[in-house]
């Protein structure tokens, strides 16, 4: 027989933002169930980049000084080659944010960071091998 569950909360996908959504809901104390198909987040992913918006929202969450301890790479500037010229695409460093860069780090690290930190809180769970049909 199948284990009866109750929530208040069901999210379906452990993607970035099923597991953040889980993790500010929990935080919340709303009692969250998040939902994944996969034993694991170990896949390739389209992306692998965590925005300036999303590190200072890290960092309102308490999470941005050991996020950053995570191994990852920074890029303060995005630069191309046009017509023989360098020419400087995006610039991160005049963003009115506290890391002025976008964070390379692989999806899967990410998410078994952010699902570790939301598991500490009573209300989150998280199921893998779980996934929804309709």
């Known amino acids: 027989m199948a284990e009866k569950l109750q929530t208040r909360c069901v999210i379906a996908g452990g993607g970035p933002a099923g597991i953040m959504a889980g993790y500010l809901l929990a935080r919340a104390s709303v009692p969250v169930i998040v939902l994944e198909k996969h034993a694991d987040f170990f896949r390739d992913f389209r992306g692998d980049t965590i925005h300036p918006s999303t590190l200072e929202l890290m960092h309102e969450l308490g999470l941005l000084e050991e996020f950053l301890k995570q191994p990852h790479q920074e890029v303060r500037e995005l630069r191309a080659v046009i017509n023989g010229e360098i020419v400087t695409i995006a610039d991160f460093t005049k963003l009115p944010t506290r ?8 999806q899967w690290d990410f998410l078994n960071f952010l699902s570790a930190h939301a598991k500490r809180f009573q209300s989150f ?3 893998m091998e779980h996934e929804v049909v309709d």
């Open 125 to 127: 769970r998280l199921l």
């Open 99 to 106: 890391c002025k860069f976008i964070a390379f780090m692989p």
